[in-house]
């Protein structure tokens, strides 16, 4: 998104990006939501990580709408918490495979290596075992968590987009996935900045 927006830092995209938001504020009465506290504080956390100043934090706190989403009132239809459900299911059970896969050929690598005598026993353990982790922490992750909702903050982006009839504005292909199964309209965060530019042009003529 930084290069789209002619941008070098994150500092920089984010000032952009939080001034279109600021302008489609004002003129066009769009207001941006962030729900509160959840991902708001990752936000934040991110921001102050990249060394951001506080002036964009500010703008943060003046240009996105804080809001806790209203789980208790939030209606859902059954059949989605039955998808995710299954969906969770199956990707435990992948993962299973995955980890008895791992183990299968870590054993069958260490005994290989020590039949042809190569290396210490704890060579042997710290060599395979670097590489095996590696690869398995990868698929486990693959299997586990793209295309699902992994975390309470992406559950709390389509709660609040449900509770205010809003679109959704994210680059997780989880949230994308069940943005779409929960009827939600879905904007790509790299194109968000455009649509908001091509909005402010209309408004201008």
Known sequence: MRKSLNASTITESA????????????????????????????????????????????????????????????????????????????????????????????????????????????????SVLSKTVNTFRNKYRNALRTGTLDSAPDLDVLLLAKELDAAVVASDEGIEKWAQRLGLRFVKAKDFPFILKEYLSVYKK
């Open 15 to 126: 000032e952009k990006i939080l001034d279109l938001i600021a302008k489609s504020r004002i003129y066009l009465d769009i207001s941006c939501h962030i729900p509160y506290p959840s991902v708001y504080n990752e936000l934040i956390g991110f921001l102050k990580r990249e060394g951001c100043p506080e002036e964009i934090i500010i703008k943060v706190d003046t240009w996105l709408v804080k809001k806790t989403p209203n789980r208790y009132e939030i209606k859902l239809p059954a059949e989605i918490l039955y998808e995710y459900i299954r969906d969770l299911r199956e990707r435990i059970n992948k993962g299973m495979r995955l980890s008895e896969s791992a183990m299968y050929e870590t054993a069958e690598e260490i005994y290989n290596l020590t039949i042809k005598g190569e290396g210490g026993k704890r060579e042997l353990i710290n």
